[in-house]
């Protein structure tokens, strides 16, 4: 199989490590004749490559995890802080209501604001409940202002931990981009040797020997790039799903089809993973990948995939969940 997304590194290792071995043996089968690459690379060598790789690949998803919990405990948080904050605006309708301070509050932020904007109204809340607790000069009004228990020390603390928890998604969001880009570089070395194996092989046994003749593939043999089919997607309130759909290929070679997907608003190959392989004959698919929470935005390409192993993507379609 030819490399095809983050997944297939190491199928395609694999494959390039059994084939490794068995030119080894055709060499001799002992150290000193075992093919090497460039800086003495040797097939142990590619092989922990392999398995550092993996890890990479691995601790990707363990970030996603990170990150998507990181994002629940932050909207967890947002919503909370939210109801303090109209609580705050009611009770300054209500006690305050003949007051300079009852004009003075802070609009509602929406959920779905950036950090600046959402933030901004807290602290603003914040202030101006610091003003009324020091005020004794309100007429028929005892500070400090308490609503139903809740208190501004309190209210500055939860302020101080909504601050934390965004920080802490920005950081899952840190701490997965640096993954991937130590994943990928990773990735250029693996494909470099696996360049230098195939040049190898050819040199020392030959373009017509049989293991020349079976070295595995990097790239796809050569062949037509299919055409690409349309995508459709939107998310399905009643099932709690986005369902996606799209026609069905003509090419002749048709052997499934990749539905693959980023976190976010934007298809980013590099940090797509594979939603679903679907067999020739299916043209739809119903999934929650990226989309566990309110809020999550995925973006999601189809893939044409040959038996030749030419592919070509759809279009993107990016779906939020309500």
Known sequence: MPLEDVGSYGPVMNEFGIHWGKVNLALGGAPATDLKLEAGL????????????????????????????????????????????????????????KSKYASSAPILPELTSGEAKFMAAFDDAADLWGRIDADATIAGFTPPLVIAGYMRPTFVTDIAAMRDAFLAVLTADNDKRMGIKERDVLFETAREYMIQYRVAVEGLLGPNHPLTQTLPLISPAPGSTPDGVTLTGTWIPADELAEFSWPASTNPNLDHYVVRMSIGSSYDAAAAT??????????????????????????????????TGNEAGSNTVTITRP
């Open 274 to 307: 594979v939603v679903g392989n679907l067999p020739a004959g299916t043209t739809s698919l119903a999934t929650t990948a990226g989309l566990e929470n309110p809020g999550d935005v995925a973006s999601f390409k189809v893939f044409v995939k040959l038996t």
């Open 42 to 97: 040797t097939l142990a060598m590619f092989l922990l490559l392999r398995d550092d790789i993996q890890a990479k690949v691995t601790a990707i998803e363990g970030f996603d995890n990170g990150r998507q919990i990181a994002a629940e405990q932050r909207d967890a948080l947002k919503i909370a802080l939210r109801d303090h904050l109209a609580q705050f605006r009611a009770m300054l309708r209500v006690l305050l209501a």
